[in-house]
């Protein structure tokens, strides 16, 4: 063999050669997010929407949305596991997650801005056999040791809003958050569904502390993030409460689910129309309106509204409302 011929075959060696190997082990598996993958109507989220891979590949996602999205580990009603989080992914992104042995079975995922985007990832074992992940018991001790964690982290955020540091604050709130629902997780495994409700409310609170934080910093696209899952989280109380049979407080945590989900859209100062805080006042007197308005009476229905004091006093004189 002539000596060029031979530094030819030592380059194939040296540079091919690895690239082989890895390839006897491991894939690559592209996921798309595609344009109008925000359309809840639409059948088209992911693509593909279920694979199946095996330890040591990797599933990278492109997101060829126009509009924003996460890669999430878990589900829209158990919320994120913990496994891989994305986070925002903006147009032409790419996030990634290599396959470990603790993936084995099956793989749920969502995007937390668009809950109705929904993918799951098969993980064969050693042996190319399919095997269902094994669900969880509940445990009171973890359930205990996560409100203790979520306990620190509002002390933390409170030492930031102190100090004005809104986004830090924000920051412990929202970990907060995530710890309470963990709890609440671990009570819903044990059946104690007047727990489970509780620490799904208080995570539904820090949620909200965190978008207010968030937006007093700036951060609008977290600060809708925030609210909506402190939606989520009263929603899911509501649920837990329904389960025992607490109808009218079930009513209360679905309302401000409605009134968290648009402060996602307009701000944390929104409040909902009167007609709509009702179903969860004891009490006619505890409505509210936003600042600069008070509440009118129609007078032949009595639904309460909100207008300007010099819109009220007008529709009084027209007999059209009473205070």
């Not at 082989?20 to 059948?43: E, H, L, M, R, W």
């Not at 147009?91 to 993936?103: N, Q, S, Y």
């Not at 109705?116 to 993980?123: A, D, H, R």
């Not at 978008?211 to 910093?217: F, L, N, P, S």
């Amino acid at each position: 063999m002539k000596s060029f011929d031979k530094i030819i075959v030592f380059l194939l060696l040296v540079f091919f050669i690895p690239l082989a190997v890895d390839n006897a082990y491991a894939k690559t598996f592209d996921v798309v997010i595609p344009q109008g993958a925000a359309n809840p109507s639409g059948s088209l989220h992911y693509l593909d929407s279920e694979i199946t891979v095996s330890v040591n590949d990797k599933v990278r996602w492109i997101n060829f949305d126009f509009n924003t999205h996460t890669v999430t580990s878990g589900s829209f009603q158990g919320g994120p596991d913990g496994i891989f989080n994305s986070g925002l992914l903006e147009k032409d992104e790419v996030f990634a997650h290599i396959i470990d042995p603790t993936d084995i079975g099956n793989l749920s995922y969502y995007c937390t801005l668009h809950p109705w985007m929904n993918g799951i990832i098969t993980v064969l074992d050693p042996e190319g056999e399919q095997v269902a992940r094994i669900a969880e018991s509940g445990s009171i001790e973890a359930a205990l040791g996560k409100i203790k964690e979520a306990q620190n982290f509002v002390e933390s955020a409170k030492e930031f809003v102190e100090t004005s540091y809104h986004i830090q604050a924000a920051v412990s709130y929202n970990q907060a958050a995530i710890n309470y629902h963990h709890a609440a997780l671990e009570y819903s495994l044990l059946d104690d569904h007047e727990n489970a409700a509780k620490y799904h409310h208080e995570s539904a609170i820090q949620h909200h502390n965190a978008g207010v934080h968030y937006e007093k910093g700036e951060d609008f696209t977290q600060s809708v993030i925030q609210h909506f899952q402190s939606g989520v989280h009263h929603h899911f109380a509501g649920v837990s409460l329904e389960m025992m049979g607490d109808d009218e407080n079930a009513r209360k945590h679905f309302s401000e689910a409605i009134l968290q989900k648009r402060m996602s859209k307009f701000g944390s100062d929104y409040v909902m129309p009167p007609k709509h805080q009702l179903p969860w006042l004891s009490n006619p007197s505890e409505l509210v309106c936003k600042e600069g308005l008070e509440i009118l009476y129609k007078s032949t229905t009595k639904i309460p509204v909100c207008v300007k004091p010099e819109t009220a006093k007008s529709l009084v004189e027209r007999g059209w409302g009473q205070y």
